[in-house]
């Protein structure tokens, strides 16, 4: 049982480096509000931090995910890919990206 206690330090000291990530940055700036999944109430997606530590900039992707969330951070070299990428998306998709999903016809259902 010893190994128990040694196991839960570790996985403490764990999450107190995760968490020093985020707690040692700085906001820069924040996206507005906006509802994902139809989440209310809505909020940032992106926050822009400035880590004082080694005073580097990341950028933080806010992803709902259950009853909670998920922080994504990216340089700003991965960032501006996925920008890119977005666009790109966007370009080749149109307007047909933004439409919700339609369903499925079922198995016998004529389809139009």
């Known amino acids: ?3 128990d206690w ?3 330090t570790k996985r403490v000291a764990r999450g107190l480096q995760e968490v020093r990530k985020t ?3 700085e906001l820069i ?5 906006v509802a994902l999944s139809g989440r209310v ?3 940032p997606v992106i926050q822009l931090r ?10 933080v992707l806010i992803l709902p995910f259950g ?3 998920v922080r994504v951070e990216l340089d700003p070299q991965d960032y501006a ?3 890119r990428e977005m666009v790109r998306f966007w370009n080749e998709q149109g307007q047909a990206a933004s439409r919700p999903p339609q369903p499925l016809p079922a198995d016998g259902e004529a389809q139009d």
Not at 29 to 33: D, H, L, R, V, Y
Not at 50 to 59: K, L, V
């Open 81 to 83: 890919a996925l920008t």
């Open 23 to 25: 707690t040692g940055s």
């Open 50 to 59: 400035r880590r004082r530590a080694q005073d580097t900039h990341r950028f």
């Open 67 to 69: 009853e909670g969330e």
């Open 29 to 33: 700036a924040e996206s507005q509000p």
């Open 6 to 8: 040694s196991d839960l």
């Open 1 to 3: 049982m010893a190994g």
């Open 41 to 43: 109430p809505a909020g």
